[in-house]
């Protein structure tokens, strides 16, 4: 007899709507192998590390010259829209479905967290969706405190792993099983197929920016590095420790049977993401900050489209649900 995989704990209103296979009968919990796993890791590494080394290139820029105000415009202009395509549509709409929007936001949305270079939108929402199911448990893609042993040496790898050593694996979560409605969306799954196209653009539009603004193909190559791979290390870097940090890290306000913890400091750079253990006390909440001081600009878009008109069925936690998972005092 096939043994059973372990039971998930995926937030239950979005495992409803998604239409979540049980297991056993289901999908299985691992994307199955495909034949072009070697040039996804290849990929990966390169996206990953590439930035890294334009980094190098930025302080060989800043020693040499003063920085031009225009390479901070265009990577402003780059960070903000593709962080909040991943905070927003990626995380918040598509992951969690805390609100819904029009087709054409949707795709919008789906189209600015493609050129954050963080993988299509539906693996990555599959991962993330995992990630809740399993959450500092066995089965959880991304971890620092599964399988790893203890003592500071143990800390460190559960670190590195959690913030950048899973990318590499080749069990990311089923497709299938964590994310068949977005298979099945129309807008998602054209976006999804067409992920180079919006990765390209996001490449192409800081050099046309640069172009723009010096008149002159220098400037189009500085624009390029601020608004294209500075950018990308640094939203990269912000979103993975979304993963790793806050799970390390911080205050723990409510009680998720889980170690998520809330980063004050990582939250204005992360668009609201680092009020973690916020976020995994109420997963469909459109809002991660629930303090008045808890500054989360996600909330606040998602606030402002839904005051437009273009966004409605905002999940919000009341008062009396929030105080029934607070952490007891100590």
């Not at 977005?182 to 180079?196: E, Y």
């Not at 606030?303 to 009341?318: F, H, Y």
Request: with cysteine; hydrophobic share 45%.
């Amino acid at each position: 007899m096939t043994p059973s995989p372990p039971q998930t704990t995926l937030d239950r209103p979005v495992e409803d709507a998604i239409g979540l296979a049980p297991a056993p009968d289901g999908p299985g919990e691992h994307q199955p192998p495909g034949e072009h796993d070697l040039l996804e890791r290849i990929a990966t590494g390169t996206v990953t590390l590439l930035p890294a080394l334009a980094l190098g290139l930025v302080g060989w820029q800043l020693w040499d010259r003063a920085l031009h105000w225009q390479d901070l415009l265009i990577f402003a202009l780059l960070y903000i829209p593709t962080g909040l395509g991943i905070t927003v549509g990626y995380h918040r709409l598509f992951t969690h479905r805390s609100f819904k929007t029009t087709p054409a936001l949707r795709a919008a949305f789906a189209i600015m967290g493609s050129a954050a270079l963080e993988g299509p939108v539906i693996e990555w929402v599959a991962n993330h969706r995992k990630h809740h199911a399993f959450s500092d448990q066995d089965g959880d893609p991304h971890s620092p405190h599964v399988g790893h042993a203890g003592g500071w040496r143990g800390a460190l790898g559960g670190l590195a792993h959690a913030h950048l050593g899973w990318l590499f694996r080749s069990d990311f979560a089923s497709q299938e099983r964590y994310a068949p409605d977005l298979i099945r969306d129309p807008v998602v799954h054209f976006v999804d197929k067409t992920f180079l196209l919006w990765t390209a653009l996001g490449l192409a539009l800081p050099f046309g920016l640069g172009v723009a603004l010096t008149q002159t193909i220098a400037g189009g190559l500085t624009g390029l590095l601020w608004g294209g791979a500075v950018r990308i290390f640094v939203l990269h870097h912000v979103t993975f420790s979304i993963n790793s940090l806050c799970h390390f890290f911080g205050r723990r306000d409510f009680a998720t049977g889980d170690e998520s913890r809330n980063l004050t400091w990582l939250a204005p750079l992360s668009f609201g993401e680092a009020w973690h253990n916020n976020h995994h006390a109420f997963p469909t909440s459109a809002a991660h900050g629930l303090r008045r001081w808890q500054f989360d600009p996600s909330a606040l878009v998602i606030s402002g489209l839904e005051r437009a008109g273009l966004a409605w069925d905002v999940v919000r936690i009341s008062p009396e649900r929030q105080r029934s998972k607070l952490v007891a005092p100590a």
